[in-house]
T-cell receptor, first 110, second 115 residues
Framework: TQLLEQSPQFLSIQEGENLTVYCNSSSVFSSLQWYRQEPGEGPVLLVTVVTGGEVKKLKRLTFQFGDARKDSSLHITAAQPGDTGLYLCAGGRYGNKLVFGAGTILRVKS | NAGVTQTPKFQVLKTGQSMTLQCAQDMNHNSMYWYRQDPGMGLRLIYYSASEGTTDKGEVPNGYNVSRLNKREFSLRLESAAPSQTSVYFC??????????????FGPGTRLTVT
């Protein structure tokens, strides 16, 4: 069983649409990270959130950490083809290991 | 500054063969990790090294061994490859961030096929 459940698994949308990806767990994490991975490459960190209720914005991407530090969401406004990729959430525990979700494959069509 | 480098990029092995995947980082990070990535399963931790001289098992260590050669290098060895080890392998490194979190930096991956 996956400790971090991501939904949806796949998302195919038109350019300009908005979307939200969810990352849920029954466990509490000290931090929550979001990574983006393009085909043939390793994941690249987008953001880290550490405080319950925290909201961070990165251009058209908005990340939120749940109040209880068990869940997170990634919202993309006006998606563009360049946003296409695999989005992974990862929960940090006190220590230096991360637990990854299975990922959401996003395809933005022009 | 190359970040995290991995060799080889691609490898095909026959069942029972052995090989070592190499990883090096130039960011002076203390911690290094090996993951495997399979479709629909995200990244699963094989082994990690919190600091030079230490290694620990992760979620899926069976069939693998590791060596932290020095602070820069962390290798992963498959002693007797099996088809179930067909996967994409990623090395990552991190250091302490903000006191409680560890941002990880990933290499480009090694695509391994075992026939």
């Amino acid at each position: 069983t996956q400790l971090l459940e991501q939904s949806p698994q796949f998302l195919s949308i038109q350019e300009g649409e908005n979307l939200t990806v969810y990352c849920n767990s029954s466990s509490v994490f000290s931090s929550l990270q979001w990574y983006r991975q393009e085909p043939g490459e390793g994941p690249v960190l987008l953001v880290t959130v550490v405080t319950g209720g925290e909201v961070k914005k990165l251009k058209r991407l908005t990340f939120q950490f749940g109040d209880a530090r068990k869940d997170s969401s990634l919202h993309i406004t006006a998606a563009q083809p360049g946003d296409t990729g695999l989005y992974l959430c990862a929960g940090g525990r006190y220590g230096n290991k991360l637990v990854f979700g299975a990922g959401t494959i996003l395809r933005v069509k022009s | 500054n190359a970040g995290v480098t991995q060799t080889p990029k691609f490898q095909v092995l026959k069942t029972g063969q052995s090989m070592t995947l190499q990883c090096a980082q130039d960011m002076n990070h203390n911690s290094m990790y090996w993951y495997r990535q399979d479709p629909g399963m995200g990244l699963r931790l094989i082994y990690y090294s919190a600091s030079e001289g230490t290694t620990d098992k992760g979620e899926v260590p069976n069939g693998y061994n590791v060596s932290r050669l020095n602070k820069r290098e962390f290798s992963l060895r498959l002693e007797s490859a099996a088809p179930s080890q067909t996967s994409v392998y990623f090395c990552a490194s991190s250091d302490l961030w903000g006191g409680t979190t560890y941002e990880q930096y990933f290499g480009p991956g090694t695509r391994l096929t075992v026939t």
